[in-house]
Antibody, heavy 112, light 112 residues
Framework: EIQLQESGPGLVKPSQSLSLTCSVT?????????WSWIRKFPGNKMEWMGY???????NYNPSLKSRISITRDTSKNQFFLQLNSVTTEDTATYYC?????WGQGVMVTVSS | DVVMTQTPPSLSVAIGQSVSISCKSS???????????LHWLLQSPGQSPKLLIY???NLGSGVPDRFSGTGSQKDFTLKISRVEAEDLGVYYC?????????FGGGTKLELK
């Protein structure tokens, strides 16, 4: 069974970087699928942030411009999100997912 | 970006009732490979999203056949026959044909 688990700080200060890890078990991330970061804002709005493919290529939402980076560590079967220069508008629940499989989500608050 | 217009924003239903949710896109969702990457998700209260239907009409793993998806090009519908209590939550359509992937605004299904 494929399982995903996010980890990372729940509180980040404005202007700092948000860093999250997604640990995948039950499947090797280099075998297939696109591995995404998706966030849900207070209310119902969902936003796809970007993905790293099984081959290592990345695709990002242009709305995040140059603030986002998604990388991976294949030896640990993990992929990572870094979002720079955060503001209060980045407060959301962050999910790692491959659409068919989702982590439980981590709530991140941006506040001083 | 492709705009996904999902209606209605909320539904109040009785157990056993059948309901439909509409999702309209601002562009055709047919990809160059001929497939249509329009999917439906359900986020039950307190849980992470779950894939219900992928590529318009294919049931996700373990999804009961009370759920069905139809549509083409820019106009899609999710139908739930004989709503059960476990079906309550927020439904999203999401398109993964065009970058960036985009979500509908969600439909909250509640008990009458």
């Amino acid at each position: 069974e494929i399982q995903l688990q996010e980890s990372g700080p729940g509180l980040v200060k404005p202007s700092q970087s948000l860093s999250l890890t997604c640990s995948v078990t039950g499947y090797t991330i280099t075998s297939g699928y696109d591995w995404s970061w998706i966030r849900k804002f207070p209310g119902n709005k969902m936003e796809w942030m970007g993905y790293i493919s099984y081959s290592g290529s990345t695709n990002y939402n242009p709305s995040l411009k140059s603030r986002i980076s998604i990388t991976r560590d294949t030896s640990k079967n993990q992929f990572f999100l870094q979002l720079n220069s955060v503001t209060t508008e980045d407060t959301a629940t962050y999910y790692c997912a491959s659409l068919g499989y989702w982590g439980q989500g981590v709530m991140v608050t941006v506040s001083s | 970006d492709v705009v996904m217009t999902q209606t209605p924003p909320s539904l109040s239903v009785a157990i056993g009732q059948s309901v439909s949710i509409s999702c309209k896109s601002s562009q055709s969702l047919v990809y160059s490979d001929g497939k249509t990457y329009l999917h439906w998700l359900l986020q039950s209260p307190g849980q992470s999203p779950k894939l219900l239907i992928y590529q318009v009409s294919n049931l996700g793993s373990g999804v009961p056949d009370r759920f069905s998806g139809t549509g083409s090009q820019k106009d899609f519908t999710l139908k739930i026959s004989r709503v059960e209590a476990e079906d309550l939550g927020v439904y999203y359509c999401v398109q993964a044909t065009h970058f960036p992937w985009t979500f509908g605004g969600g439909t909250k299904l509640e008990l009458k």
